[in-house]
């Protein structure tokens, strides 16, 4: 009997344990589109997916990483737009979705980028699932002209949708 308990916990755990290692690989290296699912493991050693897409100007150097996570709150995904540092604080930040009320954002910089983080509520997660593109609008230090960067939203119901299984 006690065999038989043993081997039920052991093949139980060789499942959950595959069933994770499963659903990751889910999303890890799969492409939506514009879109890719990643994983990696935090400071914790504990694994986490996202979804990501870059922006640039002559298809190699980055100028803006959008990613999309489930980290901080499982029901209401957070979108974070990583920028250059030459973003000014001081002047409006705002993202808008087709032709969707824009809203306006606050970013934070380091000395290597800004980023410009927000939560997904039912409103923007609907507009993004629905809509065509993304813009963010911001202005760099010294400019008077706004700098606008888009985000592509083909495949990102899909990636979304694969992102909250995994």
């Known amino acids: 009997m006690k065999y038989l308990n043993v081997k039920v916990i052991f093949f139980s755990l060789l499942f959950a344990f595959t069933s994770q290692t499963a659903m990751a690989?889910?999303?890890?290296?799969?492409q939506f589109k514009d879109w890719q699912g990643r994983c990696q493991a935090n400071d914790k050693n504990r694994e986490f997916c996202y979804i990501l897409q870059g922006f640039s100007a002559d298809g190699k150097v980055p100028l803006m990483i959008t990613t999309v996570d489930l980290v901080q709150?499982?029901?209401f995904p957070i979108i974070t737009m990583r920028v250059s540092n030459k973003l000014d604080l001081k002047k409006q930040?705002?993202?808008?979705?087709?032709?969707?009320k824009p809203i306006?954002?606050?970013?934070?910089c380091t000395e290597n980028e800004c980023s410009i983080?927000?939560?997904l509520d039912k409103r923007m997660l609907g507009e993004l699932k629905r809509g065509g593109r993304g813009v963010l609008g911001f202005f760099a230090k010294g400019e008077d002209k706004p700098i606008y960067f888009p985000v592509s939203l083909s495949g990102f119901t899909k990636a979304i949708t694969t992102l909250k299984k995994s």
């Open 25 to 30: 690989a889910s999303i890890q290296g799969k």
């Open 73 to 75: 709150d499982p029901k």
């Open 93 to 100: 930040v705002v993202f808008q979705v087709d032709k969707n």
């Open 104 to 108: 306006g954002l606050k970013a934070n």
């Open 117 to 119: 983080a927000f939560r």
